[in-house]
């Protein structure tokens, strides 16, 4: 007799408890996971009981998430452009079940005409290589249930001058994840598109003009509102623990790309 096909949802492992959102036994690694969008996953995933390992460069707020957020999380310093540095991050997380990269990679702003080839390709480098490198790296040990979830933006589809290597990067990593996605089945690849988030990325803009062009926004988007970074995490655990979903791309932008 021909046997009944398993369902994505009975390929269960590691193990979870009856919630559909319980991430409860796994181990997350999440790569930028101390500051905004990555530190939401980051205390989201420690709450439905999963093992959290958290990566960014200062050591300083690492240890701040770690004391705020209390249980189920640890983490290390690591420079992610650094492929020493990740490498060793992934020696300390050991093999994970999920990972998700929310690394906000600082990048001037370039005019292609006006600009040297080698400062894009380290541009590049930071937004696209650095990315492979991780996931080359955690790979080996993500199970069949496993997930990879990359953030991207808007810029994905809407550009902005002098950002032309944000909006190609993120182009070319949705291309890539639905590659991996065939590629290294049934590992799951997908991403998260947010539009305007109101995190510490923005701190880079002075104080009032940064309220300007908040408030700007808000009043241009039909949401009214800037968004909050638990409202894409809760995105990010959803790819990490739906077992149908690969190669999607989730956003939540606030009705942006309709105006
Ligand atoms: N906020 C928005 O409006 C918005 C909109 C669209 C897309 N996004 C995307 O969402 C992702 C998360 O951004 P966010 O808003 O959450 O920013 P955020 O609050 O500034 O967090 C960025 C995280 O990345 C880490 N990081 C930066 N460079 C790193 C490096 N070289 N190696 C390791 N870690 C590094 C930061 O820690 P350290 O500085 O200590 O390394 C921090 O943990 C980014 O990819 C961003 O482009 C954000």
Known sequence: MARRP???????????????FSLHGASVAVLGGSSGIGRCVAEQAARLGARVFIGARSAKKIDCAISEIGQNINGQSVDVADAASLRRFFEFTGPVDHLCWSVAAKTDHRRIADDDLSALKTDWDKLFWALVEAVQLALPGIGATGSVTAVTGSLRLRPVAGKSMLTASQQAIEGLFRALAVEHAPVRFNIVAPGVIDTALWTQMEKNERAAFFRRHAEKIPAKAIGAPQSISSLIISAMVNPFMTGSVLTADGGEALV
Not at 6 to 20: F, L, N, Q, Y
Request: net charge negative.
């Open 6 to 20: 398993v369902t994505a949802g009975e390929r269960k492992s590691p193990p979870t408890d009856d919630h559909p």
